[in-house]
């Protein structure tokens, strides 16, 4: 419980983010690379990118459960994914980004697009998907992880 706390306190450090200047170099896009405090302040689609009938409909049940806002779950018709997952994400959500791959162990393929706009994460589910990871696996997750990263070509200013 203690070592959580810490971590969650670490992620959620108010002091992350004093370096943040009034915008990026000409070139550069802003991003905010800062961890939401709740699940429901990040909205998942979910998509099935595999043959497994039903799938998107269950994952998104899953994090509805577990707190977040999830939109109506995708079949993806044209697109087989062999990955676990595969997380699609703008400049708006490269944190909450991070905490989604939480969930797949920091096994899923992150995408990012800095021309992508909206708050909205899509998560396309591939074969090799099996579980979400508990509560304690994603906790170890994200120690694992650390702190959001910044895509190349982009600058943190983005609250």
């Known amino acids: 419980m203690a070592i959580t706390v810490a971590i969650i306190a670490v992620l959620h450090d108010s002091q992350a983010d004093a370096d943040v200047g009034a915008g990026c170099p000409k070139g550069m896009t802003e991003v905010r690379l800062t961890l939401p405090k709740e699940a429901g ?8 990118g595999t043959r497994t009938e ?18 109506k779950p995708l079949q ?12 699609y994400f703008g400049p708006e959500t ?20 800095r021309s992508r706009t909206g ?7 591939g074969d090799r998907y099996r579980e979400l990871a508990s509560t304690t ?9 650390g702190e959001p990263k910044l895509p190349p070509g982009t600058c943190r200013t983005l609250r």
């Open 41 to 48: 302040q990040v909205k998942l689609r979910i998509i099935n």
């Open 54 to 71: 039903g799938l998107a409909v269950q994952v998104s049940e899953e994090f509805k459960n577990r707190g977040f806002a999830v939109q």
């Open 76 to 87: 993806s018709a044209n697109e087989l994914h062999a990955d676990i997952a595969v997380i």
């Open 94 to 113: 490269v944190g909450a980004a991070q905490w989604i791959q939480a969930f797949f162990l920091g096994e899923a393929t992150s995408q990012f697009n």
């Open 119 to 125: 708050d909205v994460i899509d998560v396309t589910l």
């Open 137 to 145: 696996e994603v906790n170890q997750a994200m120690a694992q992880l």
